[in-house]
């Protein structure tokens, strides 16, 4: 089955500019995950989609940070303005719902973004 | 919400020598405990995962171990490669709708 597909792979942007990443989950996967990773750091979600909806944006800084999963399959996370402290790889994953539970959470190869 | 503790954050293992990398939680409802392991410039992949209704998994030279008492997890890898050379996390969930935490990472090098 073909990956998580994630676009661009990097992206260099200074300061107060705009910037948007695009996801493509597993087909058939119903939740999608946007997590940031900080060098060094581990994965650390930002937030949750069940189908077209938001299930968790707890973490979201929704003052600069927006996402959308249209039709409940691709997603689009925006930084608006970006500040230096949000260069970090970008992650999207996806994962398979049965009854309740999420399993096997498929990342993506993420998106690096360095703000200068 | 539920945090996840990771050691060590380095490991160096010669060829053919064990690995053990090991992750505390905090929240005692959790019950899913993957594991991922991070090639540069590529995202996480599972690797290893149990439920805690189990104490122990193993798949060919990889086992984890789970003790929901101590509430502490880890990865065991036998006979180590220079392909396994990577940085692994563990992560941890009370399953429905709540997302994976995951640790800090452990940067495993296996020298040749």
Same mark, same amino acid.
């Given at each position: 089955? !073909?990956?998580?597909?994630?676009?661009?792979?990097?992206?260099?942007?200074?300061?107060?500019?705009?910037? !948007?990443?695009?996801?493509?989950p597993?087909?058939?996967?119903?939740?999608?995950?946007w997590?940031?990773q900080?060098?060094?750091?581990?994965?650390?979600?930002?937030?949750?989609?069940?189908?077209?909806?938001?299930?968790?944006?707890?973490?979201?800084?929704?003052?600069?940070?927006?996402?959308?999963?249209?039709?409940?399959?691709?997603?689009?996370?925006?930084i608006?303005?970006?500040?230096?402290?949000?260069?970090?790889?970008?992650?999207c !994953?996806?994962?398979?719902?049965?009854?309740?539970?999420?399993?096997?959470?498929?990342?993506?190869?993420?998106?690096?973004?360095?703000?200068? | 919400?539920?945090?996840?503790?990771?050691?060590?954050?380095?490991?160096?293992?010669?060829?053919?020598?064990?690995?053990? +990398?090991?992750?505390?939680?905090?929240?005692?409802?959790?019950?899913?405990?993957?594991?991922?392991k991070?090639?540069l410039?590529?995202?996480?992949q599972?690797?290893?995962? +149990?439920?805690?209704?189990v104490?122990?998994?193993?798949?060919q030279? +990889?086992?984890?171990?789970?003790?929901?008492?101590?509430?502490?997890?880890?990865?065991?890898?036998?006979e180590?490669?220079?392909?396994?050379?990577?940085?692994?996390?563990c992560?941890?969930? +009370?399953?429905?709708?709540?997302?994976?935490?995951?640790?800090?990472?452990?940067?495993?090098s296996?020298?040749?």
């Amino acid at each position: 089955e !073909a990956g998580v597909a994630q676009s661009p792979r990097y992206k260099i942007i200074e300061k107060r500019q705009s910037v !948007a990443f695009w996801c493509n989950p597993i087909s058939g996967h119903a939740t999608l995950y946007w997590y940031q990773q900080i060098l060094g750091q581990g994965p650390k979600l930002l937030i949750q989609f069940q189908n077209n909806g938001v299930v968790d944006d707890s973490q979201l800084p929704k003052d600069r940070f927006s996402a959308e999963r249209l039709k409940g399959v691709d997603s689009t996370l925006k930084i608006q303005p970006a500040k230096l402290e949000d260069s970090a790889v970008y992650l999207c !994953a996806s994962s398979l719902k049965i009854y309740r539970f999420n399993y096997g959470y498929t990342f993506g190869s993420g998106t690096r973004l360095t703000v200068v | 919400g539920e945090n996840v503790e990771q050691h060590p954050s380095t490991l160096s293992v010669q060829e053919g020598d064990s690995a053990v +990398i090991k992750c505390t939680y905090s929240d005692s409802a959790s019950n899913y405990f993957p594991w991922y392991k991070q090639e540069l410039g590529k995202g996480p992949q599972l690797i290893i995962d +149990i439920r805690s209704n189990v104490g122990e998994k193993k798949d060919q030279r +990889i086992a984890v171990t789970l003790n929901k008492t101590a509430k502490h997890f880890s990865l065991h890898i036998t006979e180590t490669q220079p392909e396994d050379s990577a940085v692994y996390f563990c992560a941890a969930s +009370i399953g429905g709708n709540t997302p994976l935490v995951f640790g800090k990472g452990t940067r495993l090098s296996v020298i040749a």
